[in-house]
């Protein structure tokens, strides 16, 4: 798998009242994915958006939609956010007793099966399940809210992620206070797709932020 860095902008720091107009702003100022967090109020303590919302802004760009799934139960709920338009579904290992199941049903669907991992789970949760993944999405904040710290003891967690994967063509996610001084950390412990919210939409500079946090990743 290519090692070139993706930058995913969550649309969570977007301005919701225009937000086809900015997911038109993240693609052309040169993002890879457009990052959709789903949040429900019971998984995590915030609301955010359904598959009607994924729907509405599907026709902005060509680029994939990642849409990461902080809701239990998920499965209910998969297929409508694939018939929205999503392109990759990511489900957490904490959300459902049958995470083999909720991933074998994103691919029967044929969109990228991704599982996250909330800071406190130990990568061992995901091991068994590796081959049913085409991304790990490790969170570097309890997942509910933008605009938090980044969790330093999280890049361990990266680097032995990294390691389970192998040469297996699965990519590695990093989300939650990923900015210029944090992205070099997750991806010299080897992850390629970084998710940022604030960092991406502060000051409205959104080309500049994005550059910045991909030179920083290379770096
Ligand atoms: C947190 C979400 C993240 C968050 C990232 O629950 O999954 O995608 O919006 O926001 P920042 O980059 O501001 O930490
Ligand atoms: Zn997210």
């Known amino acids: 798998m290519s090692t070139d860095i993706l930058i995913a902008p969550s649309i969570l720091s977007a301005d919701f009242a225009r937000l086809g107009e900015e997911v038109r702003a993240i693609d052309a100022a040169g993002c ?7 949040m429900d109020g019971h998984f995590v303590p915030n609301i ?6 994924v729907r509405a802004i599907r026709p902005h760009t060509k680029k994939p939609l990642d ?27 904490e959300a459902g007793p049958h995470l083999d199941r909720s991933l074998e049903l994103i691919r029967s669907l044929g ?6 991992l909330t800071p406190q789970t130990p990568e061992s949760a995901i091991q068994y399940v590796l081959d049913r993944s085409d991304l790990v999405l ?13 969790i330093p003891a999280m890049v361990d967690k ?3 992620v990294r390691t389970m994967i192998g040469d297996r063509p699965i990519h590695l996610e990093v989300d939650g206070g990923v900015a210029p001084d944090t992205a070099g950390s997750c991806t010299a412990a080897g992850a390629n797709v970084l998710v940022a919210g604030s960092a ?3 000051d409205g500079a959104y080309a500049a932020n994005i550059a910045a946090i991909r ?5």
Request: hydrophobic share 55%.
């Open 200 to 202: 991406v939409f502060k």
């Open 158 to 160: 990266i680097r032995r």
């Open 111 to 116: 969109k990228k099966a991704g599982v996250s």
């Open 32 to 38: 890879d994915w457009v990052h959709v967090d789903v």
């Open 67 to 93: 849409v990461h799934l902080m809701i239990a139960p998920a499965d209910p709920y998969i297929e409508a956010f694939a018939v929205a338009g999503a392109d990759r579904i990511t489900v957490h290992a």
């Open 138 to 150: 490790v969170m570097t904040v309890n997942p509910g809210f933008g605009g938090q710290a980044f």
């Open 48 to 53: 955010t958006i359904g598959p009607g919302v």
């Open 215 to 219: 030179a920083a990743a290379r770096a």
